[in-house]
Structures are given as C-alpha cells and as structure tokens.
C-alpha cells in the first residue's frame, strides 16, 4: 500500500511538472505546422511568467497576470512573425533572439520594478491560482485504490492544468477536423498549393504564430502562478527547449506530444522524489536524477528515436510568385 502511496504522488508531481511542458509543445505544434520553427518557446515562457507573476503582485488578481503573461508572449510572438514571416528572415535566429530578450529584460524590469534582485514578491491569495476540488473528492479519499487516484491524482489541481489537457484534444480536432487545421497542416507542407487555392498564407502563418503567443502565455503564467508563488531569474530552466525535444519525439502530433511531454514531467517528478538511490552500494547522486530530462533532450534531439520529418516548408520563408 505504500508503495501505491508513493505511486500516486510521484504521478500526480508528474501531472504538474507536465503541464508547462504540454502547453509549450503544443505552442510549437502549432507554429510549426505552419512551417514557423519556433526556438523561442523558452523566451515567451520567461517573459510570461515575469509578467504574470508582476502584475498578479501588484492587482492581487491571478486572472489579470495571467491575461498580462499572455500579453507580453504574443508581443514576443508577433516580433518573430514579423521577422520571419514579413521580412523573410532566419526563423532560428529570430527565435535564439527572442530568447536572448527575455532572459535580459526580465530580470532588467524586475530589478527596476521590486528591487529584489531580479525577483517578484512572493503571491498569495487571490494572487494564485487555487486548486480545485472535485466533488465528494474528500469523502471517497478513504477507498482503495479509486479513492486515491479520484481525490489525489485526478482532483486538487489549478485550472490551468485541466487546459492544458483539454487542448490536447482540442489541438487535434482543431488540426484535424476543420478547414483552419486543413489549411494550417497544407501552409507547412505546400504553401504555393494553399496561395493558388486563393488562401493567405501569410495570415494562417500569423495566426500559427499569435496561437503559439497564447499557449506560451498560458504555460509562463502556470509556472510562476501555479506552480510556484512568484517569479525568479530563469525559472523556465530550459523548459522550452524540453518541449521541442518532446514535440520532436511526438513527430509533430497532439496526442504523442501529451505522452512525450508526460515522460519528461515523471522524470522531473522521480528526480524530486528520489535523491542519492542506492543501487546495490552504488549510489546515483541527485546532480545525475536532475540531468536525466535534459540528457533525454539531447538524445531526442541526436535522432536516436528514429527519424522525424518536419513540415516540408518548415523554416522557409514563403515568396509569392508573379
């Protein structure tokens, strides 16, 4: 029974630690179906969940931060449309730019604003998004096995995680079951075909792009008004750059992004859980349990998971013919 005990809680950090990571890649699924590469998943994190966290500091209200980090993400959104897009430029740079960006001025107006050493205060009450309990959730916590996983694992999270994994159906019907997604998925792969069928490429890249803003938003502001109580320097850590890895591994499709995007939060997850394991008089230090997400990352990202082809026209900027 305790070690089903232990099961339910190291899943249900697994979920949390998950979900910024699921918003992030699905930000990145939709860009880059569109044929945007985004590399700047990590630098709209990082400005949204500053700004997410300043503002509910200041109002006292979770529900402005979070429309202020998903604000400040889609500005960072639209200069890299405007780069990439309008101007035709190199998309990874724009995107290695906008994450240069963030890292300074966050840290910059932080320091500016509160004078803690590039830091907001610590957010309580309204300032934080509650968990939510599910009815009888309570009552049923003494029945085994069920009663756990209803009042434990499934109950007791902020709002923002049940978004998170309703988008991920919805990012399929979305993709998948309409004339947008139909659109989306053709401008990645042939734009041409969808300019000569009388459809704006450079909008369905846009709004891509302003759909990537949202989600990045939403993950940013989870992070330092969920997950945490406030903003600190870097508290993306490089969650972004986990999530293209995952979206890598998912070969561009919603629901493999949730089950990547899961395996990397229980890694997180049993590197908080397990520190120093002894395996038979060899003790694994923690330094190694913290690696392992980003020792996946590299090799994902080294094509060890087999080959991942990308949207056809992804990173190229279109130009419409005379």
Same mark, same amino acid.
């Given at each position: ?60 209200s979770v529900w402005l931060g979070l429309l202020a980090g998903i604000a400040s993400s889609m500005l960072l959104s ?34 500016? &604003? ?35 996983? /209803? ?24 993709? /998948? ?74 070969? &561009? ?29 060899i003790v694994i230090p923690v330094q190694v349990m913290d690696a392992l997400p980003y020792i996946l990352t590299v ?24």
């Amino acid at each position: 029974m305790e070690i089903f005990v232990t099961l339910i809680q190291v899943l249900d950090s697994t979920i949390r630690l998950s979900t910024p990571l699921l918003l992030a890649c699905l930000a990145g699924l939709f860009s880059e179906r569109a044929g945007i590469f985004d590399i700047g998943l990590e630098g709209k994190m990082l400005m949204a969940a500053f700004f997410s966290a300043a503002i509910a500091a200041v109002t006292g209200s979770v529900w402005l931060g979070l429309l202020a980090g998903i604000a400040s993400s889609m500005l960072l959104s639209g200069l890299h449309g405007l780069a990439s897009i309008t101007f035709r430029g190199n998309q990874l740079i724009s995107g290695v730019a906008i994450n240069f960006l963030a890292s300074g001025l966050t840290v910059l107006v932080a320091q500016s &604003w509160f004078q803690q050493g590039g830091r907001t205060p610590s957010l309580f009450g309204g300032g934080r998004f509650e968990p939510i309990n599910f009815p009888f959730a309570k009552s049923l916590s003494g029945v085994p096995i069920v009663g756990p996983i /209803y009042s434990e694992l499934l109950s007791g999270h902020s709002i923002l995680v049940y978004v998170a994994f309703l988008m991920v159906p919805g990012t399929w019907w979305i993709l /998948y079951r309409t004339r947008f997604g139909l659109r989306l998925r053709a401008v990645g792969e042939n734009p041409a075909a969808v300019d000569t069928a009388g459809v704006s490429v450079v909008g369905l890249r846009f709004a891509a792009v302003a759909i990537c803003g949202v989600l990045c938003g939403i993950a940013g502001a989870y992070l330092a008004t969920a997950l945490q109580a406030g903003f600190v320097k870097e508290m993306t850590a490089g969650r972004g750059f986990i999530a293209l890895a995952a979206l890598i591994f998912a070969k &561009w499709r919603p629901w493999h992004a949730m089950w990547a995007c899961l395996l990397f939060g229980l890694l997180q997850a049993v590197a908080l859980r397990f520190q120093n394991i002894d395996l038979g008089g060899i003790v694994i230090p923690v330094q190694v349990m913290d690696a392992l997400p980003y020792i996946l990352t590299v090799v994902i990202l080294a094509g060890f998971v087999g080959k991942a082809i990308p949207p056809r026209a992804g990173g190229e900027p279109y130009v419409k013919e005379r």
